[in-house]
């Protein structure tokens, strides 16, 4: 009898999560054009990384604004049209971005936000906030992940080479994650 209490809850549980609305991992993000990317793999190439550590792969580099974290499928037409907000064009400066080693072992090049890159990233949670999405209450720290699991990850000796200016003149873009097959751009909001 108590075998087959446990295998009608495991039936129960399983037919409540098949029941659950699809959803996708989303997130806003400034993405580098090739310039850029090669010029971030030229700095993640210069560090000594630890035997452990995991660097991101190229084409997985970015910025990121604002982290959606799971969508329901059948609310992501509604976020993709809402997000639409003035975006300046501007530049991010490489140059002074500072290496760094978050807690957790996140290797990150921390980017100064210049003030458009500060109003579109408030212009962004406005919106989110309209649609009655959670928006993170910490302080926006502009970034690209290097690495991650890398504690103990020692920059390069040598003076680094000159970066070039990331423009940001495409706008920024919506992705999905998409699980051991990385990123898709569901959606490209230009500058202005």
Same mark, same amino acid.
């Given at each position: 009898?108590?075998?087959q209490l446990v295998?009608?809850?495991?039936?129960a549980?399983?037919?409540a999560?098949?029941?659950?609305p699809?959803?996708?991992?989303?997130?806003?993000?400034?993405?580098?054009?090739?310039?850029?990317r090669?010029a971030?793999q030229?700095? $993640?190439?210069?560090?000594?990384?630890?035997q452990?550590?995991a660097l991101?792969?190229?084409?997985?580099?970015?910025v990121?604004?604002?982290?959606?974290?799971?969508?329901?499928?059948?609310r992501v037409?509604? @976020?993709?049209?809402?997000l639409t907000?003035p975006?300046?064009p501007?530049f991010?400066?490489l140059?002074?971005?500072?290496?760094?080693c978050w807690?957790g072992?996140l290797?990150? @090049?921390?980017?100064?936000?210049?003030p458009?890159? $500060?109003?579109l990233?408030a212009?962004?949670? $406005?919106a989110l906030?309209?649609l009655?999405?959670?928006?993170e209450s910490?302080?926006?720290?502009p970034?690209?992940?290097l690495a991650?699991?890398?504690?103990g990850?020692?920059?390069?000796?040598?003076?680094?080479s000159p970066s070039?200016?990331?423009?940001?003149d495409?706008g920024y873009v919506?992705?999905?994650s998409v699980p051991?097959?990385?990123?898709?751009?569901?959606?490209?909001y230009?500058?202005?």
């Amino acid at each position: 009898m108590g075998a087959q209490l446990v295998d009608s809850s495991v039936a129960a549980f399983t037919s409540a999560k098949s029941r659950k609305p699809p959803s996708v991992r989303l997130f806003l993000a400034l993405w580098p054009p090739e310039r850029v990317r090669q010029a971030l793999q030229a700095i $993640q190439a210069r560090v000594l990384w630890p035997q452990h550590a995991a660097l991101v792969a190229a084409e997985r580099l970015h910025v990121t604004l604002h982290f959606l974290g799971q969508v329901p499928q059948a609310r992501v037409e509604q @976020l993709r049209a809402a997000l639409t907000v003035p975006c300046e064009p501007h530049f991010l400066e490489l140059e002074t971005a500072r290496a760094t080693c978050w807690h957790g072992g996140l290797a990150v @090049l921390e980017l100064q936000a210049p003030p458009p890159l $500060q109003r579109l990233h408030a212009a962004l949670a $406005q919106a989110l906030r309209a649609l009655e999405w959670p928006v993170e209450s910490r302080p926006f720290r502009p970034h690209i992940t290097l690495a991650r699991r890398a504690s103990g990850a020692k920059p390069p000796a040598d003076p680094p080479s000159p970066s070039p200016l990331w423009p940001v003149d495409r706008g920024y873009v919506l992705v999905r994650s998409v699980p051991a097959r990385g990123y898709e751009v569901l959606h490209d909001y230009p500058s202005a």
